[in-house]
């Protein structure tokens, strides 16, 4: 189980944005891929969706502390400048689909 620091109950709220990957969060739990584990207090991050678009929303904030966060990854899906890094780089990759297209003539 978990241990929630409630000590820490909204210390962070002024405290500095937190620039990160939500991939690289620890998991609230298996079944859960969205809700993530804060940094600061092992508290809960709720992700946000845009309530007209259902875009997930980059922005997010610790239910416990208070810490801010930015996704850098939702930020960069959102805006269609996802990192080449992330993805193998073949000659058979087609760069706009960010997936390995199998059976393509490399001649």
């Known amino acids: 189980m ?12 002024h405290a500095d944005v ?3 990957d939500h991939d690289s969060l620890k998991r ?6 969205w809700k ?3 940094v600061k207090c092992n508290g809960l991050l709720l992700v946000h969706r845009d309530q ?7 922005q997010d904030r610790c239910v416990v502390c208070g810490q ?6 939702i930020l960069h899906e959102e805006k269609g400048t ?3 890094d992330k ?15 199998r059976g393509t003539d490399s001649s």
Not at 28 to 33: N, Q, T
Request: aromatic share 12%.
């Open 2 to 13: 978990r241990e929630v620091d409630y000590t820490q109950e909204m210390k962070n709220v």
């Open 18 to 20: 937190i620039y990160i």
């Open 28 to 33: 609230f739990c298996e079944e859960s891929y």
């Open 36 to 38: 993530r584990l804060c």
């Open 52 to 58: 007209q678009t259902m875009k997930v929303i980059p």
């Open 68 to 73: 801010q966060y930015l996704y850098l990854d």
């Open 82 to 84: 996802a990192q080449n």
């Open 87 to 101: 993805f193998e780089k073949t000659e058979d990759v087609d760069p706009t689909r960010r997936i390995r297209i």
